[in-house]
């Protein structure tokens, strides 16, 4: 088998497994608990909540558990409206987002909140300048991934905090989710970023537990009330077993990662030059996005006729976005860049992790000549 959908959610490494359920059989308890029992559970989560905050360079008292990426934007977002709806209710973002960034601003949108959606040029890329002349006295959010999950585009966040640091009310969210491993993120009080959101799936964690990075000072409404957990501001029993090994994979992604990086950026490298030989190809990834996301369309063929005719081959892509697929609806930030509808219905995603080799990359171009030379066929 060779899985080329790590965008979609990676396979949790052999020792961060052991860790997951080392911990849920010895250490199943209640955090919040008086008891012993509940000491050593609270001790195991404040271990990891350090170890992930030393591991991004930010204090403990930053970092926040959360179920994922989508609750982390969730709370990103709406906690900031519900926090600063008196100082003003305007919104920005771009057209790009992921679904859980666009769905929560549709939602402020219904409840008397306006937001301005920027769009992105022909690489996927929102403009630095666009943005700044979208900021409004009222403007209380600015909300901007770190990298596109459908196209790999990196967005100039460095450039947008420098804007950013002439405003300093303004809250600035980043979607991270796609970043770990794969790009520099600076947080912590030499950055403008004020919230990041990570989901531990997309980097060898395992599903159902993520975090959110709330630089100190800045505050967010809670989205969930309850027991007062992660002090005060996201209640629910914390899954103790999930969260020590995230921090576990964190660490593990995080090791050797320039090389790891190499490793990816030379593989997708690869893949676009052999498959820039086939005149049908078209791509929607640039050389200088993201080095694990290469996405692409075969000119006449379906993304799910392309995803299921490797699948017999036991190799698994995707269409664009994992979260959007199964509603067979075309990529939204192809559509973003003006891509047509019926080149993008055409697009497909190739998204590497550190496990994958060359190895698997030459399969995939073998296997996907013979798939060329069959669809020709049918066409012709």
Not at 9 to 20: A, H, R, S
Not at 51 to 64: D, G, H, N, R
Not at 127 to 151: C, G
Not at 232 to 258: H, P, Q
């Amino acid at each position: 088998m060779i899985y080329f959908d790590n965008s979609a959610t990676t396979q949790m490494t052999e020792g961060v497994l052991e860790t997951f359920l080392k911990v849920s059989q010895s250490i199943n308890w209640n955090p919040s608990s008086l008891h012993s029992l509940g000491d050593q559970a609270a001790g195991l989560l404040q271990q990891s909540r350090q170890q992930i905050a030393s591991l991004l360079s930010v204090s403990s008292q930053e970092i926040f558990f959360t179920s994922g990426g989508t609750e982390g934007d969730n709370w990103a977002i709406k906690g900031t409206a519900i926090e600063k709806s008196f100082y003003g209710k305007h919104l920005i973002t771009t057209t790009i987002e992921h679904p859980a960034v666009k769905e929560s601003m549709h939602q402020l949108e219904q409840l008397g909140f306006e937001v301005t959606y920027l769009p992105v040029d022909k690489k996927g890329i929102v403009s630095v300048e666009a943005l700044k002349k979208a900021i409004r006295p009222d403007t209380i959010m600015v909300s901007v991934m770190a990298i596109n999950n459908e196209i790999g585009s990196i967005q100039p966040l460095t450039e947008i905090g420098e804007i950013l640091k002439e405003h300093p009310s303004i809250h600035f969210h980043v979607d991270a989710v796609q970043a770990i491993g794969k790009m520099p993120l600076l947080l912590g009080e030499n950055s403008r970023i004020d919230i990041a959101t990570f989901s531990g799936h997309k980097f060898h964690g395992p599903k159902g537990v993520g975090f959110v990075y709330l630089k100190k000072g800045r505050k967010l409404a809670p989205l969930l009330n309850g027991g007062g957990q992660e002090a005060g501001l996201r209640s629910g029993t914390e899954n103790v077993a999930g969260i020590a090994a995230m921090g576990k994979a964190l660490r593990l992604v995080l090791s050797d990662m320039a090389e790891k990086q190499r490793t990816q950026r030379k593989i997708k490298d690869y893949l676009t030059e052999e498959l820039q030989k086939y005149p049908k190809v078209v791509f929607f990834s640039n050389k200088e996005g993201a080095p694990h996301i290469l996405c692409y369309a075969l000119k006449g063929i379906r993304g799910e006729v392309m995803v299921h005719a490797f699948e017999k081959q036991e190799i698994y892509i995707s269409t664009t976005s994992a979260c959007s697929s199964r509603n067979k609806t075309s990529s939204s930030t192809l559509g973003a860049m003006n891509v047509p509808e019926s080149l993008a219905t055409s697009a497909v995603r190739v998204s590497l992790s550190d496990t994958n080799t060359m190895d698997e990359a030459k399969q995939f171009i073998k296997e996907f000549d013979v798939l060329y030379d069959q669809f020709q066929a049918i066409n012709a």
